[in-house]
């Protein structure tokens, strides 16, 4: 079955350690998007990526960062520069054309201790 | 800048009635979408209806109908026959046509009562 897979479920990162969460998608979906959640707000838009090789920065993407060299694959690692990162963290992805909407993942929760 | 305003935080229905939750947008963008969101405790992002902004005819889902009003900028989603498990975070957002970009609203949480 076709989906969207964001692995791990739960994170833990260290005070200055920088962590990778992994996002996968085989519905040949062309754009792919990453969202932070917090408590009692709705997503906000880190980065996003309509073509391979290529990505922009979202509405909070200070201390994070992206690659794109596969079109099924859009990593996001969360840098020692993000001061707060405890979250939960939300893939995305969807067709380039077209009115359609999001195909999410189950999300990763991240944590710091 | 896009912002989508939710100002319910908080709603609930008893079983088997109708509830309307309200949302607003403003977008500078002419091709633009809008959609209604479900988050339930899971946590799973599920897509409930949504609207080109284009078309003037609301969309309907089964239970579940929006009411488009595009010169308001107001985008409601109104559940009939309200069930147990439609008791979930409900989101409503605007999307741009050209980046695909979803914008938020802070949500709205949905108790339905037995």
């Known amino acids: 079955d076709g989906g969207i897979t964001q692995s791990p479920k739960y994170l833990f990162r260290k005070e200055g350690q920088n962590v990778t969460l992994s996002c996968e998608q085989n519905l040949n979906h062309d754009a792919m998007y990453w969202y932070r959640q917090d408590p009692g707000q709705g997503l906000r838009l880190i980065y996003y990526?309509?073509?391979?090789?290529?990505?922009q920065k979202g509405d909070i993407a200070e201390g994070y960062s992206v690659s794109r060299e596969k079109k099924e694959s859009f990593p996001l690692t969360v840098t020692s520069a993000q001061k707060n990162p405890t979250a939960f963290y939300l893939c995305?992805?969807?067709?380039?054309?077209?009115?359609?909407?999001?195909?999410f993942g189950s999300g990763t929760r991240l944590t710091v201790v | 800048a896009q912002t989508v305003t939710q100002s319910q935080p908080e709603m609930s229905v008893q079983e088997a009635e109708t509830v309307t939750l309200s949302c607003t947008y403003d977008?500078?963008?002419?091709?633009?979408?809008l959609f209604w969101y479900k988050q339930p405790p899971s946590r799973q992002m599920i897509l409930v209806i949504r609207?080109?902004?284009?078309?003037?005819q609301n969309a309907t889902e089964n239970r579940f109908s929006v009411n488009f009003q595009k010169a308001a900028k107001s985008f409601s989603l109104k559940i009939s026959d309200s069930q147990l498990g439609d008791a979930a975070m409900y989101f409503c957002?605007?999307?741009?046509?050209?980046?695909?970009?979803?914008?938020f609203g802070q949500g709205t949480t949905l108790q339905v009562k037995p």
């Open positions: 990526s309509q073509i391979v090789n290529d990505f």
């Open positions: 957002a605007s999307g741009s046509g050209n980046t695909g970009k979803l914008i």
């Open positions: 609207q080109e902004a284009y078309k003037q």
């Open positions: 995305a992805s969807r067709f380039q054309q077209g009115p359609y909407g999001y195909t």
């Open positions: 977008t500078s963008e002419s091709d633009y979408y």
